[in-house]
């Protein structure tokens, strides 16, 4: 993985900017014209909600979140595209209980700005109590190469 690919360098550093809450930071990240669509259904029915959203007020549902890490094990680029495979993880604030969430990230670029991104996972995998054991177990035992948090 060559971590010194700036588009890389600016997924990561997105990244670090979401777990950290911080939305201005991200916005500089992105182009005028960003979107984020997720891959999914949601439990109202909507099939892959997106938001097209790119000023502070907007992102604070997302940004908001105390104690997310992401834990990269596998990151690669093509020309315009970045594509992350995680596991997103966060307390939830009233419970305690940790959610964990696989997830493969799509960021494509325009110039040096992210354009779109797409999340792919299965969100009902993420009200599951998912173990330190069963996630070595579907990687085979093997550790993140990055952990951001």
């Given at each position: 993985?060559?971590?010194?690919?700036?588009?890389?360098?600016?997924?990561?550093?997105?990244?670090?900017?979401?777990?950290?809450?911080?939305?201005?930071?991200?916005?500089?990240?992105?182009?005028?014209?960003?979107?984020?669509?997720?891959?999914?259904?949601?439990?109202?029915?909507?099939?892959?909600?997106?938001?097209?959203?790119?000023?502070?007020?907007?992102?604070?549902?997302?940004?908001?979140?105390?104690?997310?890490?992401?834990?990269?094990?596998?990151?690669?680029?093509?020309?315009?595209?970045?594509?992350?495979?995680?596991?997103?993880?966060?307390?939830?604030?009233?419970?305690?209980?940790?959610?964990?969430t696989p997830e493969i990230l799509v960021m494509e670029f325009e110039g040096d700005k992210i354009i779109r991104g797409r999340h792919y996972c299965d969100p009902k995998i993420s009200y599951l109590e998912i173990s330190d054991e069963m996630l070595?177990?579907?990687?085979?035992?093997?550790?993140?190469?990055?952990?951001?948090?």
């Open positions: 993985m060559n971590h010194n690919s700036q588009k890389i360098k600016t997924v990561l550093e997105i990244l670090k900017d979401e777990v950290a809450g911080n939305v201005s930071g991200a916005l500089e990240k992105m182009s005028k014209g960003y979107s984020q669509t997720w891959m999914y259904q949601t439990k109202n029915g909507d099939t892959f909600p997106h938001d097209e959203s790119t000023d502070d007020e907007s992102m604070e549902d997302v940004y908001h979140i105390k104690d997310r890490q992401y834990h990269i094990y596998n990151i690669t680029e093509s020309e315009n595209t970045v594509i992350v495979e995680c596991v997103e993880q966060y307390p939830d604030e009233k419970t305690g209980k940790l959610y964990r070595k177990d579907a990687y085979k035992g093997h550790e993140p190469l990055i952990v951001i948090k």
